[in-house]
């Protein structure tokens, strides 16, 4: 094995400082009162009320920034789209509709491909917003918004390469993101609608979309023998009997191990009042699935169902640990 070359680790940890002193510029240039923090609130706001789409262009390294920030968009509740400069020269203008924003990324502000598109904004009156260090240049002279970057060194030691300016870049697109999803009030469950493959989607999942409902709820009424309680829980298989009012609100809950408890006595004398519990756990239908198994993993309590009931205390459904282990989430 070579040995590590300590100049090589010297040159990456320089790059890494000047990268991160890119950031912090950033920062410093988003505080209170400065320019940039006043054009990224217009920026949130024009967002956060657009009927349209955020259409998100960028050639080269800012094409691949902008092509990431459109996705982070997209899956955090601002519909958005990408439209490569070059492309919409050809017939991707179309793409473009009068209620749409346009969020263009240059670190210049003189890409050649990107002219039409300023060309396009212009006549249709479409808002154009530009990321960019050159305040001077022609993307920001044409600009309704200029969101501009601080004019940091580059971590490349040629000063060609982007790197420091992608990097801010991005994390601008991030922060954008992340205000608008705060903004907008997103939650985990919206999205997990936009993430629904793979494990995150899995742990995404919200109750609603795994539980039991309608005639698959094992339901009685207080009044009910135990013996009819048990051919209902055999029936529906799912390890419990919920115990409704004469209203049908959730009153109580029985489980096996309740069964199990109550052979000690005469079961044939014995109504599922007697050996319900009068306080279930319950959970709602909007939860995520996740939080739901928590819920019923408690080390003190560990269950393994538990009802879905509504804000007036209906009873809408039934999860059980097995549904949480099909889906993946347990």
């Not at 001077?136 to 940091?152: D, G, M, R, V, Y």
């Not at 306080?279 to 909007?286: E, F, G, H, Q, V």
């Not at 198994?293 to 393994?304: D, F, V």
């Given at each position: 094995?070579?040995?590590?070359?300590v100049?090589?680790?010297?040159?990456?940890?320089?790059?890494?400082?000047?990268?991160?002193?890119?950031?912090?510029?950033?920062?410093?240039?988003?505080?209170?009162k400065?320019?940039?923090?006043?054009?990224f609130?217009?920026?949130?706001?024009k967002?956060?009320?657009l009927?349209?789409?955020?259409?998100?262009?960028?050639?080269?390294?800012?094409?691949?920034?902008?092509?990431?920030?459109?996705?982070?968009?997209?899956?955090t509740g601002?519909?958005?789209?990408?439209?490569?400069p070059a492309e919409?020269?050809?017939?991707?203008?179309?793409?473009?509709?009068?209620?749409?924003?346009?969020?263009?990324?240059?670190?210049?502000?003189?890409?050649?491909?990107l002219f039409?598109?300023?060309?396009?904004?212009?006549?249709?009156?479409?808002?154009?917003i530009?990321?960019?260090?050159?305040?001077?240049?022609?993307?920001?002279?044409?600009?309704?918004?200029?969101?501009?970057?601080?004019?940091?060194?580059e971590?490349?030691?040629?000063?060609?390469?982007?790197?420091?300016?992608?990097?801010?870049?991005?994390?601008?697109?991030?922060v954008?993101?992340?205000?608008?999803?705060k903004?907008?009030?997103f939650?985990a469950?919206?999205?997990g609608?936009?993430h629904p493959g793979?494990?995150?989607?899995?742990k995404?999942k919200?109750?609603?979309?795994?539980?039991?409902?309608?005639?698959?709820?094992?339901?009685?009424?207080?009044q009910?023998?135990?013996?009819?309680a048990?051919?209902e829980?055999?029936?529906?298989?799912?390890?419990?009997?919920g115990?409704?009012?004469?209203?049908?609100?959730l009153?109580?809950?029985?489980?096996?191990?309740?069964?199990?408890?109550a052979?000690?006595?005469?079961i044939?004398?014995?109504?599922?009042?007697?050996?319900?519990?009068?306080?279930?756990?319950?959970?709602?239908?909007?939860?995520?699935a996740?939080e739901?198994?928590?819920?019923m993993?408690?080390?003190?309590?560990?269950?393994?169902?538990?009802?879905?009931v509504?804000?007036?205390?209906?009873?809408i459904?039934?999860?059980?640990?097995?549904?949480?282990?099909?889906?993946?989430?347990a």
């Amino acid at each position: 094995m070579n040995p590590i070359n300590v100049s090589d680790i010297d040159i990456a940890l320089n790059a890494l400082s000047l990268e991160s002193k890119g950031i912090q510029d950033l920062i410093n240039a988003l505080q209170n009162k400065t320019k940039l923090a006043k054009s990224f609130l217009q920026t949130v706001q024009k967002i956060s009320t657009l009927k349209g789409r955020v259409v998100l262009t960028g050639i080269g390294k800012s094409g691949h920034i902008a092509k990431k920030i459109q996705s982070t968009l997209a899956s955090t509740g601002t519909p958005s789209l990408f439209v490569h400069p070059a492309e919409a020269s050809h017939g991707d203008l179309g793409m473009i509709q009068n209620d749409d924003l346009i969020l263009a990324i240059s670190a210049s502000g003189e890409t050649q491909e990107l002219f039409n598109i300023i060309v396009h904004a212009k006549r249709f009156n479409i808002p154009l917003i530009s990321i960019t260090i050159n305040t001077f240049s022609t993307l920001a002279k044409n600009s309704n918004i200029i969101l501009a970057l601080p004019q940091s060194k580059e971590a490349c030691p040629l000063g060609l390469a982007p790197t420091t300016s992608t990097l801010m870049q991005l994390a601008l697109g991030d922060v954008l993101a992340i205000t608008l999803l705060k903004k907008k009030h997103f939650t985990a469950s919206d999205f997990g609608i936009y993430h629904p493959g793979g494990r995150l989607g899995s742990k995404l999942k919200i109750v609603k979309d795994l539980m039991h409902t309608k005639h698959d709820i094992p339901l009685g009424k207080p009044q009910m023998p135990i013996t009819e309680a048990i051919m209902e829980m055999t029936k529906k298989a799912l390890g419990c009997i919920g115990i409704i009012s004469e209203k049908n609100q959730l009153i109580g809950l029985i489980t096996d191990g309740d069964l199990r408890r109550a052979f000690n006595k005469d079961i044939r004398k014995l109504t599922t009042y007697d050996i319900m519990n009068p306080i279930p756990l319950t959970i709602r239908a909007d939860m995520l699935a996740a939080e739901a198994l928590k819920i019923m993993n408690n080390k003190n309590h560990p269950i393994t169902c538990l009802f879905v009931v509504d804000e007036n205390n209906y009873p809408i459904g039934v999860l059980h640990i097995h549904d949480l282990l099909r889906a993946g989430i347990a």
